[in-house]
Each structure stands twice: as structure tokens, then as C-alpha cells.
């Protein structure tokens, strides 16, 4: 079992994947063999900077608001790549590498999308996190006020975003996010094979903040690490039914 990684490598302040390390990774070497080993080494590096530079940018925010933010590694998987094994029934005991949980094991099945007012098992959130979803959290402490807040701003985009309550948030609020790891460049569906397992986003905040709460929220949602479409996650999808269809003229707003 991998242990967290509290930041992601491609935001280390250390230049873990500079040009060398990023021509070792593909087999290449430093100066580039051919103009071909040049391009790959340059879209790796690229691509790990554009992801480093966007959450040193949500972590600045989140942290102005009076937040608390961090990245992790999730665990990985216990057998294989596959990580509904590690959930077996949604009663199967958690082990994930944050709180509240933001990648890692989880059931087979998600939860339908939507905004709920009792808790929806984290189990199978963590599934909707793997399908590209934001995810507001907030403990059973928190006034009705504010809650009624977080519902006013989860219907302003409420695709690819989901909202439960949680015990062990007191009167906090917490959003989570999973996404893919910048540094894989093979087809999503294989990014586990290959041990990359995305990188999971954390903010817990003492109060309801709309400019941090979106700056989260537009960073991460839609970035799956299995490359899961957001279109999928429409509220009222889910596993049983599948989608509910579009009303005619329906827009969403961003």
C-alpha cells in the first residue's frame, strides 16, 4: 500500500519532472534523441505545470477564504488495479488517504447525482468523485441557513457537482475533487495499470465562501482520472436508470 503523498509531484517545490526526469520517465535521455522524444518530453512537462500552476492557484484561494486545503495520493488499490474490490458491500471498512475521503476505494455502484439533505454513504461518493464530481460536504452542525446557501450554489451548476451531509464535519464545510494525474498521457481507462491514481483535492472552510466554493468547483469538476464524460453526471443520473432526459430548452448555467 502506497503511503499519501501530501502534495502532488507535479506542485513539489522541488522540480521532481524537470525535461531530464520527464525524458527518463518515457525512456529517453536528456537533449532529446529524435524531435519526436523532444514533443513527448515537452507535452509531459507542460501539462504537469498547467496542473501545478491551477492548484497553487485554488490552494491560494481556498486559503484566503479561510480554508484549509491539501492533495494526496489515494491509496492504492488492494487488488490490482481494481478498486471496487476494495469495497465489496458499501459496509466494507474505508481506508482512504483524506478526510472527508477524495479518491481511492469505493463500491461498484455511484450514487445518484443530486443534492441531498440526509448522508449518502461515502462509499459510493467517492465513485461520483471518480466520475469527474465536486463534492460539497458539511457536518451536521452547520445552520440551516447556510446550508440552504449550498443548495442555492449547487443549482447555479449542478452538473458534475454533489452535496451530502457528513458526520464529523461539526458546523464545517468541505469540498473534494479526484482528478486525473497530469503526468499520464495513455488512454484514461489505463491509468491505474500504470499505478497512476490522479490526485485527490481537499478544502475544509470554517464558513460558506461563493468566490472560493467556484474557483474549487471550476478547477476540478469534469477532470476524472478514468476520463468518465461529464455529460454523465447530470443530476438524476445514476446507475439504475441511467440519465433523465433533457427538458427541452434546458441550459446549464456556469
Not at 18 to 24: D, K, N, R
Not at 107 to 124: D, S
Not at 216 to 237: E, K, N, T
Request: proline share 11%.
Amino acid at each position: 500500500m502506497r503511503k499519501t503523498a501530501l502534495r502532488h509531484p507535479a506542485c513539489s517545490s522541488a522540480p521532481s519532472y524537470a525535461p531530464s526526469t520527464a525524458a527518463g520517465f518515457w525512456g529517453l535521455y536528456p537533449g532529446c534523441v529524435a524531435r519526436s522524444a523532444c514533443v513527448l518530453v515537452f507535452v509531459l512537462v507542460a501539462a504537469a505545470a498547467t496542473a501545478c500552476s491551477g492548484s497553487r492557484t485554488v490552494a491560494a484561494t481556498m486559503r484566503a477564504a479561510g480554508c484549509s486545503y491539501r492533495e494526496a495520493t489515494p491509496y492504492a488499490p488492494k487488488h490490482d488495479a481494481n478498486y471496487h474490490a476494495d469495497f465489496p458491500t458499501p459496509a466494507a471498512t474505508p481506508h482512504w488517504s483524506t478526510f472527508p475521503p477524495s479518491g481511492g476505494g469505493h463500491y461498484r455502484l455511484w450514487a445518484t447525482w443530486g443534492f441531498y439533505r440526509r448522508p449518502v454513504n461515502p462509499a459510493l461518493v467517492v465513485h461520483n468523485e471518480e466520475h469527474g464530481g465536486v463534492v460539497i460536504w458539511w457536518g451536521p452542525q452547520l445552520p440551516a441557513a447556510t446550508v440552504a446557501r449550498l443548495k442555492r450554489f449547487y443549482e447555479e451548476q449542478p452538473v458534475g457537482v454533489f452535496g451530502t451531509p457528513l458526520p464529523g464535519l461539526g458546523r464545517r464545510i468541505a469540498l473534494t475533487a479526484w482528478t486525473a494525474d497530469p503526468h499520464w498521457q495513455g488512454e484514461p481507462g489505463l491509468a491505474y495499470l500504470a499505478h497512476h491514481y490522479g490526485t485527490g483535492h481537499v478544502a475544509i472552510c470554517p464558513r460558506f465562501d461563493e468566490h472560493a466554493f467556484a474557483a474549487f468547483r471550476d478547477a476540478y469538476r469534469g477532470h476524472s482520472p478514468q476520463g468518465f464524460p461529464l455529460a454523465d453526471d447530470r443530476p438524476g443520473c445514476g446507475p439504475d436508470a441511467g440519465c433523465p432526459p433533457k427538458r427541452s430548452g434546458q441550459v446549464t448555467r456556469k
